[in-house]
């Protein structure tokens, strides 16, 4: 029998429009209730798994073998070809770099600026970037472009850097730097290799699909993706140390201002390494614990994806004793509802458990 540990009372012990019966958590289910006024008007279900460098099920919520994309959690994985092979190195990359090369950036001007200099350092211009340009991940740098009417180019793309240091590993090798995004080319194949490697999965398991960037992603399960980061988070290969490093040493440039990836390391001093991805993804590797923590928001709301990733945190600093400084983080782990007033209306509060092996 496995012990599972509660995390938060729920909200809905408050009143609540829905019957009691049908908001009952069951036991190893987290979920994150967004509240209204005092009652919890949705539940977003989270799957979790759990695991150490060994490959042992730790914990787990929902279902730990959930099979979903990896998207932007996957980019220090995607970056280490760049750096195993010599590109990172031959073109001067530095910490900087590669904290970028992993990064889901809020297009602020020094993101862009270091993606131009990776670009130009392989001999490179922004026209070979595969990934289309959008509006910057932070409402602020968004607003502030649309005001001044910037016209928004690929080195907005807040995955840029994962780009040029795909097209600096392809220059390196001599690939043809055309179609360096898609499934087939040379980079992709070299990075798909990569990918079974750390998630231990053979490459024909991986399901392969096309990110928002045009890159290849890659579906495997959450306890792969926990494998991985939790390897990664105590692996002492070169490339993996100078990759894992590099984010710790510049958060800024992984995510932004204000964003949860940035204050998360920040806050954390060098206990966590944390990545998110799209569609309520949210990927960890805690060092000193040997574990890697890999979780899906099931329905994809992304606003609930840093609460829950805090969630689980919070539980397995309780129960593993570690240090893992919260202080600071309230606004992600439990994220405020505002009107179009700005007025707090309700919150994301994380409730139920993780069921530990």
């Not at 026209?127 to 009417?149: D, N």
């Not at 795909?166 to 070299?190: I, K, T």
């Not at 593993?320 to 209306?345: F, K, S, W, Y």
Request: charged content about 20%; glycine content about 8%.
């Amino acid at each position: 029998m496995r012990p599972e540990v509660p995390f938060l009372e729920s909200a809905s012990a408050r009143p609540c429009p829905v019957p009691a019966k049908a908001r009952e958590t069951p036991m190893s289910t987290l979920v994150i209730e967004s509240t209204r006024s005092g009652f919890v008007e949705s539940l977003h279900t989270v799957s979790v798994a759990v695991v150490s460098a060994e490959g042992t099920r730790v914990a787990f919520a929902g279902d730990p073998e959930r099979v979903t994309f990896w998207r932007s959690a996957a980019k220090p994985f995607q970056s280490l070809p760049m750096v195993q092979d010599g590109a990172a190195d031959r073109y001067g990359f530095g910490p900087r770099e590669l904290a970028l090369a992993c990064a889901s950036h809020s297009s602020e001007p020094v993101h862009r600026t270091l993606a131009m200099q990776m670009l130009s350092a392989s001999g490179c211009e922004e026209r070979h970037l595969a990934c289309g340009p959008h509006p910057s991940l932070s409402p602020a740098v968004a607003e502030e472009a649309l005001r001044a009417g910037v016209v928004l180019t690929p080195r907005w793309n807040n995955c840029s850097g994962k780009h040029a240091g795909m097209l600096a590993l392809a220059r390196h090798h001599g690939w043809d730097v055309h179609g360096y995004a898609s499934d087939g080319h040379p980079v992709q194949e070299r990075i798909q290799d990569e990918i079974a490697k750390w998630t231990g999965l053979p490459r024909d398991a991986l399901v392969k699909g096309v990110d928002g960037c045009l890159a290849v992603c890659f579906g495997l399960p959450l306890s792969a993706m926990a494998t991985a980061w939790a390897r990664f988070g105590v692996s002492e290969a070169p490339a993996a140390r100078r990759l894992r490093e590099a984010m710790l040493a510049h958060p800024e440039l992984v995510a932004g201002r204000g964003r949860a990836c940035t204050e998360l390391m920040t806050a954390f001093q060098g206990e966590a390494v944390v990545k998110i991805g799209a569609e309520g993804v949210y990927c960890a590797a805690l060092p000193r614990a040997r574990l890697g923590v890999a979780l899906k928001v099931e329905d994809g709301d992304a606003r609930c994806a840093a609460p829950a990733l805090l969630a689980v945190l919070r539980l397995l600093a309780e129960q593993q004793g570690l240090t893992l400084p919260m202080t600071g983080l309230e606004h992600h782990a439990e994220p405020r509802i505002l009107n179009t007033r700005n007025e707090m209306v309700g919150s994301l509060h994380p409730a139920g458990a993780l069921a530990f092996a």
